[in-house]
């Protein structure tokens, strides 16, 4: 069987990419997954306040305000 230059190669590679190297990598990935979670949990947070805005903006009306107005329709006594 014929030596593979490619796979030596790897063996080496792995044997100079110390722990502390590692370490490192993953921090950095930690990072960067929170900060795109952070970034999804601001756009999960506004994005629909400012859709709420526009729709109120243009005329239409809020979820809530339907709801509000049919329970005083079924309820008109309270």
């Given at each position: ?30 990072s ?19 859709m ?20 005083s ?6």
């Amino acid at each position: 069987m014929s030596v593979n230059n490619f796979k030596e190669l790897e063996k080496e590679q792995i044997e100079k990419f110390d722990s502390s190297r590692k370490k490192q990598v993953k921090n950095n990935i930690d990072s960067s997954l929170g900060v795109f979670q952070f970034i999804g949990d601001i756009f999960g947070l506004y994005i629909p306040k400012v859709m709420g805005i526009f729709v109120r903006m243009s005329g239409g009306s809020n979820r809530s305000q339907i709801d509000n107005s049919e329970k005083s329709k079924k309820y008109p006594n309270q």
